[in-house]
């Protein structure tokens, strides 16, 4: 097809003689086609196969329908014929006869069950084809009817004759005679017995309505439109004339002047404003409905046109001519889209740009009206998307095909036409950077590299016959030749790097743009960003879009399937597709593409079976696991696949099947199963192949007892004898005996070196001279005198030959029967571990986290160790904070008064970044990364009243790193020195503040959990470094919200408790090992009170119980059956881990008989105290204490003025203005 | 025309030194170069011995040559290794007599801002006609004088005249990173597209990318970067020192890279800073202590 204007989008074409009907299928991808040669052909146009052909016309066929729902299709030929078909008996049904020359058309009516049909005798006939009758002639043209067709919803005909005129019969009296059959009179019923006659006269049923004349040669082809009451019409004066009904009367509208032979056939596009009409001319041409002009033309070289149909729902055109037909499209249906993160832009039939939220789901609103853009006729073709800007490329194809740069809202407000717009001429147009966009112009075959405001920075010749572009990665560009994919290097203008492929209409790229699936009509090719080609494939249907998932699984989609590629090649199908869809985006079962209309759509898939295959390539055993556990991923396809692929270790996992359970465990040497197996099926071919794959591995014994089962006692022995088994070989050579083979006997003999029995066997079986000889050459000389004698010879009527050296059989150097060779170890994957549950951390329960040997090692009763199991604490902080004053006091020493840093004399270095940190805020952590540590200090000290600043060294230079990073700039200088900055959105100088490394969220969710590890794996010394590392951690901390401020504080409150709790216990351990503390009555009660006060700090509740269940242990062991009684009852009341709990029952029981302490402590279990964190001794409620401004830790008032044992920061009852986090 | 332009002969060997693929400069096949063209490529060639650290050799080449351009390379082969009074003296005597040659001037002022004299390189800096070469020079120089402002101005005044060209881009992101806001990740774009793209990308733009990606608050890409960047030069200072500063941000432990750093480049920036900090701690917290000892 030459196309002068615009090429067209050929779906499908056939060869045959000439066509002079068409009719579509409405669902099914079906054209049936009337020909000159009396055949009719029913094609699937989409997969291009003759499904069928039906040949039971005499001539010329022309006229042919489907039925909108049976399935049926009707057709009308020169042999005056009506026939009706069916296309699932493939017959004809039957013949409807009346019409009195050639018919021209025939058509279904769109409910009842009627056809129209137009004839060369000039009549126009309605049948009904359930009662097979004719109901209805129309007379009144006076030359040929061409063309008649129903009204979609009304009663009306229009029909087009030789005679010039169009005609519009109203059939409402047709219909109201044929559908009310209830109560009909006698009347009626002999009315309609003589309805044809009354035709003749009364003519009611079809009456003339309009009589259309405006054509002045002949009309060949009518058509109503689908909703408007418009009618076109086309004949052999060259015109296509529009006309227009009211309820009384019709008229000429306008005249589509082109055609310049006789134009056959016409009809209203079914969606678009669009006239189509073909003719004698050998064009297709498009008209604008509205204006009458001719939007589009195709020409044929050589064949003249006679029909056209259109498709009733999608996109599709029909067209018959002199050699066969032709299906196409009128516009590519490919919606012009982008994907950028988690939205997708496109384009809407209406042409409007959207964008819509694939984590949302939701689409926006319309941003923007692109209906000014390109032709009217023509959508845009592509879309690029330029996140840095946020503005758009869209180009459209066309005669003169452009592109357009526009800048999209913030947010949609409806369909506003674009502010101002940036176009120029162009093919193709994509962002190549964030500020350059390169166009490519295929006539002049020139790329222009462009800048946001349209000029032109460079421009260069592409490769020969270059057709599209695309984003090549960063700075370069993929070309597309017909043959050829170039990778070209932008700034230095030259191909980098080339790959031959044929005919590339699509690039893909992966979302981590290592990858690139490169897309032609039938192939699909994986490359990688530097243009080497991963892996190819070939599909037979065409390929329409792919996308590629999160894990790199490349998904395309055909015309019908929907499939998936792995980088080694290996594809299979997803599901299938009813209608063509182009995919955008994948994510998880979800698949995101858009329909014909440019609708985003989301299709289910299951991803299992590539998702299994990526994780085999990708040897991700966990991920296998997961999904073998979570889906039903079974069945023949699966194994064979695991089996060619060479993993028959994991398809053994999957095989009930004994039979290929044996031939999988064979194969991958697993012979514990394989010898299961073959127990189970007990063949002798089976236990062959056991046995020789058994003597591959050196595993003998398995081979023993194959042979065993086989009786193959030849070969046993010999095994035998090679792994040195003579009490076997022996058994065997009894067995021999047994079963009379001699033949054995005597091989079991010769293995053994028994050469008495072997000249036993010789004497039994009459072999005397051999039994001789053996017995010569072995020196057996009695025997041979005995031989002699009883054969009655003598020796010298014996001729010897010349004896050897005895026989003597080998010995097996090892006793290798003893056990098997030791073999590799068996090739049991850690996948099939983990399928057996071997492997822990593949388990899918979480691991209980064990705590064990918590100071129970002095403690052992008679119960043994305890296993103390506790869950994992919750993040949650104790809420009770203790009273830490962090009142809103003004902060006094806020330095308010800012340098001007927009000065502007020249010279002169200014202040860094840095110094001004300190200046913006009031917190002590900001100065520090300011480098300012002097104020810093004096802040603290304010604040909290920290005054021992040593042990926040580290805590100082850690803030201080943080803040600065070095730029490698000009060569030969120093780096630049940025400063990095935790308001990144903030560019005021006045504002910013630096970053502080590990704030509060990290150590809530790191530092925090490492010190309960360390208190449940009992490594205190350790725990209580990291709680004083948290509170000196968050000294020297900014937050960012109020509500943090008081995260801050709970995390303190806790820091410190756990910090004296854990001092307390240290410092029991100090006093010595339980025997020094038992043989001291004052360090034994020391130590009994140290842990009893270990119990008191409010830490979190499985800790506490650590704490209970060792003070317990403690006091009950040196009998202080009180103290150990009310240990056991706070455990009980608590509650948690059964263990703990049933040990804790055990001991309230024990001591409840005697609820006695033994040594009298300090230490009223019903008193309420604290602790003083400097003595460890209680402060009860009452006294008077001091404490830290800081963490709030207690003191007896004589520590007051030195410096906080919890923190070693601050100073204790020196109070500040409040810690400042937040400013 | 302009040598250095989009069009001419330079554009590549110019790219590849201030894109800090010193490697490519030297490898640059300069044969083919028009006569006039060979002295700038050679100066270009033997800056990027400079960066790699042949000082000596440059040195011992260039000895007794009289063009201003090599005795110019003299004085920063010199500078470079230590003897930054003779390099000053020999750059002050240039700049006496042909002060209007290019290379003079922006060696000369690499020289003199790497001595200590700011006011003095930006002077002779900015007798520049047109080289862009001194304009980012000059913004360097501003940003490290923390100005800021003028940084900015002398960028703005750049781009008008000199639009798509790598210097400005370049100088622009710098000045980016100081302003912060939108302008990290404008900067950063500039970075990554030099940085990811293989025929463009070097050490020096890969660990800007990740500086970039920092300020951004991106420490995972961050970390990826620099990886990148030490798998191409693994005593990469400034790589080391940023890997150093992003554990410290990521709440790791830095000590390694400090060692590492320690051995890479004893005098960097960072180690001196550091070691001058801790003083001013331990000075700062003597000032206080508990009135009660314990």
Known sequence: MQASGSTMLTKFESKSSRAKGIAFHPKRTWVLVALHSSTIQLWDYRMGTLIDRFEEHDGPVRGIDFHRTQPLFVSGGDDYKIKVWSYQTRRCLFTLNGHLDYVRTVFFHHELPWILSSSDDQTIRIWNWQNRSLICTMTGHNHYTMCAQFHPKEDLVVSASLDQSVRVWDISGLRKKHSAPTSMTYEDQVARANQNQADMFGNTDAVVKFVLEGHDRGVNWVAFHPTMPLIVSAGDDRLVKLWRMSETKAWEVDTCRGHFQNVSSCLFHPHQDLILSVGEDKTIRVWDLNKRTAVQTFKRENDRFWVIAAHPEINLFAVGHDNGVMVFKLERERPASAVYQNNLFYITKEKHVKSYDFQKNMDSPTLLSLKKLGSPWSPPRTLSYNPAERSILVTSAGDNASYELINLPRDGSGAIEPTESKRGSGNSAIFVARNRFAVLNTSTQVIDIKDLSNSTTRSFKPPVGTTDIYFGGTGNLLILTPTHVHLYDIQQKKSVAELAVAGVKYVVWSNDGLYAALLSKHNVTIVTKTLEQVSTLHETIRIKSATWDDTGVLLYSTLNHVKYSLMNGDNGIVRTLEQTVYLVRAKGRNLYCLDRTAKPKILQIDPTEYRFKLALVKRNYEEMLHIIRNSSLVGQSIIAYLQKKGYPEIALQFVQDPTTRFELAIECGNLDVAVEMAKELDRPKLWSRLAAEALAHGNHQIVEMCYQKLKQFDKLSFLYLSTGDHSKLSRMAKIAEHRGDFTSRFQNALYLGEVEDRIQMFKEIDLYPLAYMTAKSNGLEEECQSILEATGLTEDQLTMPTIGEPLTPPKPVVPTYKSNWPTKATSQSIFEKALLGQVEGLSLEDDAAGANGFGLDEAADDEGPTKRDVGLVDADVDEDAAGWDMGEDVVPEVDSDFVNVESTEAGGASSSEAELWARNSPIAADHVAGGSFETAMQLLNRQVGAVHFAPLKPRFLEVYQASRTFLPASAGLPPLVNYVRRTVDETDLRKVLPIVPRDLEFLATNDLHRGYDAMKANRLDDGYKIFKGILHAILVNAVSSESEVDEAKKLIASASEYTVAMGIELSRRNLGTPDVVAQDPEKLKRSLELSAYFTIPKIEVPHRQLALLSAMHLALRNKNYNSALSFANRIIANGGASKILENARKTKAQCERNPHDAVEIEFDQFAEFEICAASYTPIYSGTSYEECAFDGSKYHTKYKGSVCRVCEVCEIGKHGSGLKLFA | ?294
């Not at chain 2, 110019?14 to 060979?38: C, K, M, R, W």
């Not at chain 2, 400005?168 to 990290?184: C, D, F, H, M, P």
């Open chain 2, 1 to 294: 025309m302009d040598p250095y332009s989009a069009e001419g002969e330079l554009i590549n060997i110019h790219n590849h030194f201030h894109q800090g693929q010193y490697q490519e400069v030297i490898d640059y096949d300069t044969s083919a170069l028009s006569p006039e063209n060979a002295l700038p490529a050679q100066v270009l060639v033997l800056r990027a011995r400079i960066a790699l650290g042949q000082f000596e050799d440059v040195l011992a080449e260039v000895q007794g040559e009289s063009e201003p351009e090599l005795a110019s390379i003299g004085a920063l082969a010199q500078q470079s290794l230590g003897q930054t009074d003779e390099a000053v003296a020999a750059i002050k005597t240039l700049a006496e007599s042909h002060a209007g040659n290019s290379t003079v001037q922006v060696i000369g002022g690499t020289v003199l801002q790497a001595a200590g004299h700011p006011e003095e390189a930006i002077a002779l800096l900015s007798q520049h006609q047109g080289s862009l070469d001194a304009v980012s020079l000059i913004v360097q120089i501003h940003l490290q004088q923390n100005r800021n402002d003028l940084a900015l101005k002398e960028v703005t005044a750049a781009r008008r005249w000199a639009q798509d060209s790598l210097l400005v881009n370049l100088a622009e992101s710098w000045v980016g990173l100081r302003q912060g806001g939108e302008k990290y990740q404008q900067a950063f774009y500039v970075f990554e597209e030099l940085a990811q793209a293989p025929a463009t990308s070097s050490v020096a733009s890969l660990v800007s990318q990740a500086v970039a990606e920092l300020h951004l608050g991106r420490t995972e890409e961050a970390q990826a970067a620099l990886e990148q960047a030490l798998n191409k030069d693994p005593t990469n200072a400034e790589a080391i020192a940023n890997l150093f500063v992003l554990a410290v941000v990521t709440g790791r432990d830095p000590s390694k890279m400090r060692a590492n750093l320690e051995a890479a480049a004893p005098t960097h920036l960072l180690l001196a800073d550091l070691e001058e900090k801790s003083a001013l701690f331990d000075k700062a917290a003597t000032k206080y202590s508990a009135k009660v000892s314990a």
